[in-house]
């Protein structure tokens, strides 16, 4: 997706949090991996418009910097700081030419970065950037589209995501294009990257093993629809997660 897409979106970005997927899987999911954040100071590429910048900072994290290659977004970021300030800072860079921020954290995370980059070289510029800027044996938590999500079986439609190839295929692996089913819907295409190209990615920018770690439905997605509803997400999980070490 383009810049310009993003910068399209800015403030319905926030409703991307309150489909299904997001409710009830990838946001109790990806703040369960990256843990406990008070005192800590986090780094959060990619940040759209604050939705985990500002969560991390309610969690008691002592200092969030959230980046994005948006400016729309950024926007919308700071406009929210002002309104319930919490002492967020925001950037907008591209993290794959990401200049040097003068200080390491001890957390860096990624929802929907990675996918971005045009090619391997691109991705593994971004994870060098991020591990240059994390202190020694300090966290990389990635969220990402499962690399084996099967655009044939079971559908996240019901969920409020569509996920169609495009066709193309790019040096990261197949292009898709996402539809998150909101009024309007918004639509987006990013890649769908193949598992080793994470990993041949991090482990060259210099992280330690990394470790997939999949995305599960929260007690409260259960209650709220029942186990049933969910059987296609779990047939068919359309995100993972990823973390690793500096």
């Known amino acids: ?120 070289a691109a991705m593994e510029r971004m994870c060098r950037a991020v591990h240059r800027h994390l202190k020694p044996g300090g966290a990389f938590f990635v969220l990402a589209q499962t690399p084996e999500f099967r655009f044939d079986g079971p559908s996240p439609e019901k969920y409020g995501f569509r996920c169609e190839p495009t066709g193309e295929v790019t040096g990261t692996g197949p292009r898709v294009r996402v539809t998150a089913l909101l009024d309007p819907p918004v639509e987006f295409v990013t890649a769908c990257p193949r598992r080793e190209v994470y990993e041949q990615c991090l482990r060259a920018a210099g992280f330690g093993e990394p470790e997939w770690v999949p995305v599960t439905v929260s007690e409260a997605g259960v209650r709220a629809f029942g186990a049933d509803f969910w059987a296609d997400f779990h047939a068919n999980p359309p995100l993972v997660m990823l973390r690793c070490r500096a």
Not at 16 to 24: C, E, G, N, T
Not at 63 to 70: F, P, Q, R, Y
Not at 87 to 109: H, K, M, N, Q, W
């Open 1 to 120: 997706m383009s810049v310009q897409q993003y910068d399209e979106i800015g403030e319905a970005f926030e409703g991307f949090k309150d489909l299904p997927l997001a409710q009830y899987a990838e946001v109790p999911g990806f703040l369960a991996l990256v843990g406990d954040v008070r005192g800590r100071s986090v780094l959060d590429l990619a940040s759209g418009t604050g939705f985990y910048s500002r969560e991390f900072r309610r969690r008691g994290a002592a200092e969030v910097l959230g980046i994005d290659i948006s400016g729309e977004m950024v926007a919308a970021a700071r406009e929210r700081e002002e309104r319930e300030p919490l002492g967020v800072r925001y950037e907008v860079a591209d993290v794959s030419a990401l200049r040097p921020l003068g200080r390491r954290f001890d957390i860096a995370t990624a929802v929907q970065l990675l996918n971005y980059a045009q090619d391997i």
